[in-house]
């Protein structure tokens, strides 16, 4: 049985005028998968943190000293000479300029694009996929708001630079439903990186063409299978939601309630502790629900999440 081998690895992310990017570094050629593209990082020493690895490692390689890293995804890939666990972090500040010592090159790629060199380590693939995702989730609300309340909310979110959207409102009568998910539809085309899940209906997503679903968490338990839509989303609240959305193998995840709701604000919620620890090992992307705001996003992405989901507030 091949040994696990833990590895802190770095998402560098920088900010130009073309978009956000990310570095990948060319593993050299006296180490195993030789000439490919990789994340840059390495494995822990005996009694290191992922995080005292990954300053350690990005010192070490790449001459820098990391000033903001948040936890990110963890992946675990079995290569032929060892099983490796992969804790990813996101990496949007540091010190110093980036020269490579152990890798033989280094480039960076747009986010949403593919990398123009290849191959990329088998281990980070699913990563890109991930990392094109927004850092807001969000939800509407057109049942309490109204439909064309609703419909305008969502204009004014798309030019604000909403890009992930799904549409709830499921006790909406069904032909006002498919009214509403056309006409979102339609704006959200005007916009071509922006994407729109239905909840709880493939049937409607398939008939409206949206991106993809999202599973209430109920859903999860009778499932035997993902469903076909190309973006999958789930619902969770508990440890077992999130095992059954990673068994299904959807691409994100909402886990709530985090904080106090106005709905519900004497439900305590979760809190930042927990959900830290819930998505600590988790291998899909987690937004966090309940309680959301703008300004929570740092404190969302420094205990783990991807970013937040809002019902209200975008």
Same mark, same amino acid.
């Given at each position: 049985m091949n040994r696990t081998v833990e590895v802190s690895a770095a998402i560098l992310l920088r900010e130009t005028a073309g978009g956000k990017e990310y570095l990948l570094a060319q593993r050299p050629p006296d180490k195993v998968y030789a000439g490919y593209w990789e994340f840059p990082g390495g494995k822990l020493e005996a009694? %290191?943190? *992922? &995080?005292?690895? #990954? /300053? @350690? %490692?990005? @010192? %070490? !390689? =790449? !001459?820098?000293?990391?000033l903001q890293a948040a936890p990110w995804l963890c992946r675990e890939f079995t290569y032929? &000479?060892?099983h490796v666990r992969l804790k990813f972090f996101r990496v949007t500040a540091w010190r110093g300029v980036i020269h490579p010592h152990e890798h033989t090159g280094a480039v960076w790629t747009r /986010?949403? %694009?593919?990398?123009r060199v290849e191959p990329v380590l088998p281990a980070n693939g699913p990563i890109l996929r991930a990392l094109a995702l927004p850092d807001v989730y969000a939800i509407t609300h057109a049942e309490t708001n109204g439909v064309e309340s609703e419909l305008a909310r969502i204009d004014r979110g798309l030019h604000n630079?909403? @890009?992930l959207l799904q549409i709830r409102d499921k006790s909406l009568p069904a032909a006002e439903r498919l009214r509403f998910a056309e006409e979102v539809m339609a704006r959200t085309r005007l916009f071509g990186d922006a994407r729109v899940l239905i909840n709880d209906d493939e049937? =409607?997503?398939r008939a409206v063409g949206a991106h993809g679903v999202h599973l209430p968490s109920h859903a999860l338990s009778t499932l035997a299978r993902r469903p076909g839509a190309?973006? /999958?989303?789930?619902?969770? &609240?508990t440890a077992d939601d999130l095992q059954r959305a990673t068994d299904l193998g959807v691409d994100f995840v909402v886990l709530s309630p985090v904080l106090p709701t106005a709905s519900h604000p004497d439900a305590p919620g979760?809190?930042?502790?927990? *959900?830290?620890? =819930? /998505? !600590? @090992? =988790?291998? #899909?992307?987690?937004y966090a629900l309940g309680g959301m705001r703008g300004t929570l996003l740092s404190t969302a992405k420094a205990h783990g999440a991807h970013g937040i989901a809002m019902l209200s507030g975008w």
């Open positions: 009694g %290191e943190s *992922f &995080h005292d690895a #990954l /300053v @350690r %490692e990005l @010192r %070490e !390689e =790449l !001459e820098i000293d990391i032929p &000479h060892a /986010v949403g %694009e593919t990398p630079g909403i @890009r049937p =409607l997503a190309d973006w /999958v989303a789930a619902s969770c &609240h979760m809190g930042w502790a927990q *959900f830290g620890k =819930l /998505v !600590e @090992r =988790l291998t #899909l992307p987690a």
